[in-house]
């Protein structure tokens, strides 16, 4: 089944513990990003990346890392976690570059950071 | 700067009847808009997507129209189903690889029997 799979579903852990949320897609996908959910501010962007060893900031990268070492994989790296970053998380992936190119989800990732 | 509304407050339809949800935009001359349904605990999923050249697409029961005057568009569901209860997202992008996709925070629809 074609889908992109994030880890964990949930999370809870305290200010300044690092942390990695991965996310794997298996459609063979060049594009993935990063997005957070927070009430009333809709999806916004985290990082994103075009292919392997390319990625790029999106609207909120501040306090998040990424990497793209492999074409499945992008995961999601905190440093140094803080409250401010207690959100819903979503990792997505899209055949191209192409904007006419669908997104597709991953179930999301419920971080809580006390 | 670029922005994004969809009706912040939920609807609520009776079952049978044609749902209308309204997503409008400013400061943003999108290529492409894009419809998403959300359910809880689950991540978006890709409904449509019409082009700006583009006045009008349906797929069975969802019918999108584009107005780039009025930069708005509609998002209708016919014979609504309680099924199809759900937060619906609207989103724009642009031509080029490199612009951002925008999305509006999502309007909850309700559709009761």
């Given amino acids: 089944e074609a889908q992109v799979t994030q880890n964990p579903r949930y999370l809870i852990t305290v200010t300044g513990k690092k942390l990695t949320v991965t996310c794997s897609q298996n459609m063979n996908h060049e594009y993935m990003s990063w997005y957070r959910q927070d009430p009333g501010l809709g999806l916004r962007q985290i990082y994103y990346s075009m292919n392997v060893e390319v990625t790029d900031k999106g609207d909120v990268p501040e306090g998040y890392k990424v990497s793209r070492k492999e074409k499945r994989n992008f995961p999601l790296i905190l440093e140094s976690p803080s409250p401010n970053q207690t959100s819903l998380y979503f990792c997505a992936s899209r055949k191209d570059r192409e904007q006419n190119s669908p997104l597709h989800f991953g179930n999301g990732t419920r971080l809580t950071v006390t | ?113």
Avoid: M
């Fill in chain 2, 1 to 113: 700067s670029q922005k994004i509304e969809q009706n912040s407050e939920a609807l609520n339809i009776q079952e049978g009847k044609t749902a209308t949800l309204t997503c409008n935009y400013t400061n943003y001359s999108p290529a492409y808009l894009q419809w998403y349904r959300q359910d809880p605990g689950r991540g978006p999923v890709f409904l449509l997507l019409i082009r700006e050249n583009e006045k009008e697409k349906r797929k069975e029961r969802l019918k999108v129209t584009f107005d780039t005057t009025l930069k708005q568009s509609l998002f209708h569901i016919t014979a609504s189903q309680p099924a199809d209860s759900a937060t619906y997202l609207c989103a724009l992008a642009g031509y080029s690889s490199a612009s951002k996709i925008i999305f509006g925070s999502g309007t909850r629809l309700s559709i009761r029997p």
